[in-house]
């Protein structure tokens, strides 16, 4: 039965009071779905990038070799299509402002009139069926002349032309590289902004122009993150222009620095969300811990990266197999762009059988684009759930991250399935079904070991669709912590489905909330409803854990940019409000919880608690 308070609440429609006058610009609707919007990246990139094999010691006949044997060995057609060149390529910046490719490291570059050019390697991986991507730098200089001074492959010349990377020439390399020469996906590195400051290795060699770093690793506040994000929105800006058919790739790489997981859905397909892996378990770890709980960041044109797999290389060679399977379900789950890096001409039957399983790579490629989430955490034991496009599918992945065998188990309630009814269960690795009874699936898992399922049942919210099962149509277009680009110790601002930004059960007036979005408030959500969707519900109020005092927040929906509801003033300890609204023919929902300027510090935690559409 509903409260006369939350009767109340639910029945108060306020048209614009106080604080929603003192709201900033962004927290305005645009109805628009504000994502990139550019780029072939519907799903994650898969394919093959040879800098953990060969860093700059790649050669033309290198790479061939590595693209003739995916087409053989039915990579291919698994879906591995790019085929890319990372750090190395170039010899210098000419004295016109174009970059001159090394010809003795590829020599079907060579022209007899006119510059080297790339075309006729892109060419010819295009005629093997593949597509062609290559590497650059945001700022002046690149990576590899930061980070490998012994290289015999990096650029030569006078200081300015040893200077080839983008800052300066973003117009006219981006059209040589797309328009002229025929690329389809690029990488954009960032050490140009990071590493060549006063005190750098890269200074003291005497060989490069001092540049004032925008991006000091591991310390966000002293980094420039708008200009680094303003920097790359060019790049974005251009690649779309170069490429009026839409057949690219914006691969952005500050690896996780400069709040880029807030942004880099805007600019780019694709942004690195950690620093390089290395080939041992802790760093593909630390890699997978970065992207695992932004589950609202990711969906269609747009992915956290934690960077290439590590399959094939140290703790995941041949004869680690078993934390090959896991790292290889881990970046699948989690709808992470599959790119290979090492070197193919030695991968065994079993790596390559590992690397190719269709139903694995299904999940990774499933349309509907929603990141996995974790559902559960118990000691080394996690849980993920990845609802896939077909109705009532689940992928789910139990993983052992330690060193001991565990039991390990995931619910039909944690995979948003009903109890009540039958459930299929497939193991993916082993293409074999697997018993289900009692809404329940256990298993024991070795050290480093996991079970990777497809699961269907009947979905618990019945004929509506939860907003924790479309992530993918979600697009983060205010946090609530924009200006806190510390980002506070004290304070986790990632916005999380059915749990807080710190990851604790969502509760509104002392009454849990299974299922909702925990976010901050002065934020934004936007949902690309497609004029699929008739009626939108929810409970709105300020989570229990927001601090005492924190003023009030009131809850706007709006639909294609017009209001659709607006609640009063709710405060912590409130009881919640009701929405019920009718989204017929509507593109974009936009869900506002907007406290004013008037909160000094962090704002408090709103929740969009049991948030439907019918």
Same mark, same amino acid.
């Given at each position: 039965m509903i409260t006369k308070t939350l009767l109340a609440a639910a029945l108060t429609f306020v048209p614009l009071f106080c604080a929603a006058a003192e709201a900033r610009e962004e927290l305005q609707p645009t109805g628009r779905f504000s994502?990139?919007?550019?780029?072939?990246?519907?799903?994650?990139?898969?394919?093959?990038?040879?800098?953990?094999?060969?860093?700059?010691?790649?050669?033309?006949?290198?790479?061939?070799?590595?693209?003739?044997?995916?087409?053989?060995?039915?990579?291919?057609?698994?879906?591995?299509?790019?085929?890319?060149?990372?750090?190395?390529?170039?010899?210098?910046?000419?004295?016109?402002?174009?970059?001159?490719?090394?010809?003795?490291?590829?020599?079907?570059?060579?022209?007899?009139?006119g510059p080297p050019s790339l075309k006729p390697w892109t060419d010819h991986l295009h005629a093997m069926g593949f597509k062609a991507g290559l590497y650059t730098d945001v700022g002046r200089n690149v990576c590899s002349q930061a980070h490998d001074a012994h290289s015999p492959n990096l650029p030569v010349g006078t200081t300015a032309q040893r200077e080839i990377g983008l800052e300066g020439f973003e117009a006219s390399d981006l059209a040589t590289m797309f328009g002229e020469w025929g690329f389809d996906y690029i990488k954009v590195d960032a050490c140009g902004l990071a590493d060549y400051g006063q005190g750098s290795m890269a200074q003291a060699s005497g060989l490069y122009r001092e540049a004032r770093p925008l991006i000091v690793r591991r310390d966000a506040q002293q980094s420039d993150a708008d200009k680094v994000e303003t920097m790359y929105a060019r790049v974005g800006r251009l690649l779309a222009e170069a490429n009026p058919d839409n057949d690219f790739v914006f691969s952005i790489c500050p690896w996780g620095e400069a709040n880029v997981g807030t942004w880099g859905g805007r600019h780019g397909n694709l942004w690195r969300t950690s620093p390089d892996i290395e080939p041992t378990w802790e760093s593909m770890l630390h890699n997978f811990d970065t992207a695992s709980r932004r589950e609202l960041?990711?969906?269609?044109?747009?992915?956290?990266?934690?960077?290439?797999?590590?399959?094939?290389?140290?703790?995941?060679?041949a004869e680690h197999m078993t934390e090959a399977r896991t790292h290889f379900s881990m970046w699948t789950i989690l709808a992470a762009p599959l790119l290979v890096g090492f070197d193919l001409n030695h991968a065994t039957p079993a790596q390559i059988a590992l690397l190719s399983n269709p139903e694995v790579i299904a999940v990774n490629q499933d349309a509907a684009g929603n990141q996995g989430r974790i559902v559960a955490t118990d000691g080394a034991v996690q849980v993920?759930?990845?609802?896939? /496009? +077909?109705? =009532?599918?689940?992928?789910?992945? %139990?993983?052992?991250? &330690?060193?001991?065998?565990?039991?390990?188990?995931? *619910?039909?309630?944690?995979?948003?399935?009903?109890?009540?009814?039958?459930?299929?269960?497939?193991?993916?690795?082993?293409?074999?079904?697997?018993? /289900? +009874?009692? =809404?329940?699936?256990?298993?024991? %898992?070795?050290?480093? &070991?996991?079970?990777?399922?497809?699961?269907?049942? *009947?979905?618990?919210?019945?004929?509506?669709?939860?907003?924790?099962?479309i992530t993918g149509r979600i697009h983060v277009a205010v946090d609530g912590l924009d200006g806190y680009s510390a980002k506070p110790a004290e304070v986790s601002g990632t916005p999380r489905v059915d749990v807080t930004p710190a990851g604790q059960p969502l509760r509104i007036g002392g009454q849990v909330q299974a299922r909702g979005i925990g976010i901050h408030a002065n934020s934004r959500l936007e949902v690309r409803t497609a004029r699929e969707y008739a009626r939108f519900s929810a409970l709105v109020g300020l989570d229990d854990s927001s601090a005492a005092g924190k003023g009030k927040v009131v809850f706007h929906v709006y639909g294609d940019g017009k209001p659709l509801f607006t609640s009063a003033p709710l405060g912590r300890g409130d009881a919640p409000a009701r929405i019920e609204v009718d989204t017929t023919g509507v593109q974009v929902l936009e869900l506002v919880a907007d406290a004013g300027r008037s909160v000094q510090g962090t704002t408090p935690v709103v929740v969009w608690a049991d948030g439907r559409l019918r």
């Amino acid at each position: 039965m509903i409260t006369k308070t939350l009767l109340a609440a639910a029945l108060t429609f306020v048209p614009l009071f106080c604080a929603a006058a003192e709201a900033r610009e962004e927290l305005q609707p645009t109805g628009r779905f504000s994502v990139y919007g550019h780029g072939a990246a519907a799903t994650p990139p898969m394919g093959w990038n040879p800098w953990n094999a060969f860093r700059t010691e790649v050669t033309q006949d290198k790479i061939l070799s590595v693209a003739e044997t995916i087409k053989r060995n039915g990579m291919q057609k698994a879906g591995y299509r790019y085929v890319n060149i990372d750090d190395g390529w170039w010899l210098q910046r000419r004295e016109d402002g174009g970059i001159q490719i090394r010809t003795t490291m590829f020599p079907m570059a060579a022209s007899k009139s006119g510059p080297p050019s790339l075309k006729p390697w892109t060419d010819h991986l295009h005629a093997m069926g593949f597509k062609a991507g290559l590497y650059t730098d945001v700022g002046r200089n690149v990576c590899s002349q930061a980070h490998d001074a012994h290289s015999p492959n990096l650029p030569v010349g006078t200081t300015a032309q040893r200077e080839i990377g983008l800052e300066g020439f973003e117009a006219s390399d981006l059209a040589t590289m797309f328009g002229e020469w025929g690329f389809d996906y690029i990488k954009v590195d960032a050490c140009g902004l990071a590493d060549y400051g006063q005190g750098s290795m890269a200074q003291a060699s005497g060989l490069y122009r001092e540049a004032r770093p925008l991006i000091v690793r591991r310390d966000a506040q002293q980094s420039d993150a708008d200009k680094v994000e303003t920097m790359y929105a060019r790049v974005g800006r251009l690649l779309a222009e170069a490429n009026p058919d839409n057949d690219f790739v914006f691969s952005i790489c500050p690896w996780g620095e400069a709040n880029v997981g807030t942004w880099g859905g805007r600019h780019g397909n694709l942004w690195r969300t950690s620093p390089d892996i290395e080939p041992t378990w802790e760093s593909m770890l630390h890699n997978f811990d970065t992207a695992s709980r932004r589950e609202l960041y990711a969906g269609p044109g747009r992915w956290n990266d934690p960077d290439m797999l590590a399959v094939g290389l140290g703790e995941f060679a041949a004869e680690h197999m078993t934390e090959a399977r896991t790292h290889f379900s881990m970046w699948t789950i989690l709808a992470a762009p599959l790119l290979v890096g090492f070197d193919l001409n030695h991968a065994t039957p079993a790596q390559i059988a590992l690397l190719s399983n269709p139903e694995v790579i299904a999940v990774n490629q499933d349309a509907a684009g929603n990141q996995g989430r974790i559902v559960a955490t118990d000691g080394a034991v996690q849980v993920l759930v990845k609802p896939l /496009a +077909a109705r =009532g599918d689940r992928a789910v992945l %139990l993983v052992n991250r &330690g060193e001991k065998e565990v039991r390990a188990g995931v *619910t039909a309630a944690q995979m948003l399935l009903n109890p009540d009814s039958p459930l299929r269960a497939r193991d993916l690795w082993q293409q074999q079904e697997i018993p /289900a +009874a009692d =809404g329940r699936l256990g298993f024991t %898992l070795p050290p480093h &070991g996991s079970v990777l399922l497809k699961v269907s049942g *009947t979905p618990a919210t019945g004929n509506d669709i939860s907003l924790g099962e479309i992530t993918g149509r979600i697009h983060v277009a205010v946090d609530g912590l924009d200006g806190y680009s510390a980002k506070p110790a004290e304070v986790s601002g990632t916005p999380r489905v059915d749990v807080t930004p710190a990851g604790q059960p969502l509760r509104i007036g002392g009454q849990v909330q299974a299922r909702g979005i925990g976010i901050h408030a002065n934020s934004r959500l936007e949902v690309r409803t497609a004029r699929e969707y008739a009626r939108f519900s929810a409970l709105v109020g300020l989570d229990d854990s927001s601090a005492a005092g924190k003023g009030k927040v009131v809850f706007h929906v709006y639909g294609d940019g017009k209001p659709l509801f607006t609640s009063a003033p709710l405060g912590r300890g409130d009881a919640p409000a009701r929405i019920e609204v009718d989204t017929t023919g509507v593109q974009v929902l936009e869900l506002v919880a907007d406290a004013g300027r008037s909160v000094q510090g962090t704002t408090p935690v709103v929740v969009w608690a049991d948030g439907r559409l019918r």
